[in-house]
């Protein structure tokens, strides 16, 4: 009887003897991927691996740390090239309100085609001309009664590609003339012709400025800076500037010739850039 109990308590020794070293090999062992104590790495992205033990939960507790956005100099930069405008749109509109649909038609269809033959007579060819955005619609007048109808409106666009800008206020006043009370002058854009080589230039500016901060910070931080990984293009101006008219020419005189003066034009570009620290 003592001999098997003696048997026993030697089983059970051995049992718990080999558990413990289990867990001691598990705890302190290095795995087969683990290179100078430092942990794995999945997909260029950096394992911590931590063993836990609970009377509940027992194993590996594995999280991936992904690399930070913010890593790195992050940096803008912002470029400008000023520019003359040598192009020019004008969108000239006719207006017509009349008690019939037919009848404002006929007087609408009258105006455009004297604006038209004026515009031509300026200079300008036919491929530079464009009507557009024809438009019927009834008139009401609000009463304390309810809506009465009072007519019909129909109204067109004719816009004009201009390409010498020193006979645009010529133009402008030939077809003030010729339209009368039904004209409008809706606006004109001014543009240039070689704006793509503008945005070049802006670019390559704002590229130099996004560096020189770059290296700015980093001589400031003695710290190398190393390659651009990042470029990102945020914002880039339109070429074009407006003078807006949006008026009827019936309320000014028709001697008076129109100023209109071109300025210049900004082309602005903008760059984000983001650099590695060596």
Request: charged share 20%.
């Amino acid at each position: 009887m003592k001999n098997k109990i003696v048997q026993l308590f030697i089983l059970m020794m051995t049992v718990f003897l080999f558990s413990a070293c289990s867990e001691a090999i598990s705890i302190n062992g290095g795995g087969a991927d683990e290179i100078d104590g430092q942990a794995p790495a999945i997909n260029g992205t950096e394992t911590q691996m931590q063993y836990s033990v609970s009377p509940t939960n027992r194993g590996f507790n594995t999280s991936f740390v992904s690399e930070s956005t913010s890593q790195g100099i992050w940096v803008s930069g912002s470029g400008s090239v000023t520019l003359e405008p040598d192009i020019a749109t004008v969108v000239l509109g006719v207006e017509v309100l009349d008690d019939k649909v037919s009848d404002a038609k006929r007087r609408a269809a009258s105006s455009s085609s004297k604006v038209l033959q004026a515009v031509k007579s300026s200079g300008v060819a036919d491929k530079d001309i464009q009507t557009s955005n024809l438009s019927i619609q009834p008139r009401y007048e609000y009463k304390p009664t309810g809506r009465e109808l009072i007519g019909y409106a129909v109204s067109w666009d004719i816009r004009v590609t201009v390409v010498d800008l020193d006979g645009i206020e010529n133009l402008i006043d030939k077809a003030v003339t010729a339209g009368g009370e039904d004209i409008t002058i809706n606006s004109i854009y001014f543009q240039a012709k070689n704006k793509k080589i503008a945005e070049s230039e802006a670019r390559a500016i704002a590229v130099k400025e996004a560096i020189d901060h770059a290296q700015e910070i980093a001589t400031s931080a003695g710290i190398s800076l190393g390659r651009p990984f990042f470029i990102s293009e945020s914002s880039s101006s339109p070429v074009s500037s407006d003078y807006y008219g949006g008026m009827a020419m019936a309320s000014m005189e028709r001697s008076m010739s129109i100023p209109v003066e071109a300025g210049s034009l900004e082309v602005v570009v903008s760059v984000q850039a983001r650099f590695l620290i060596e």
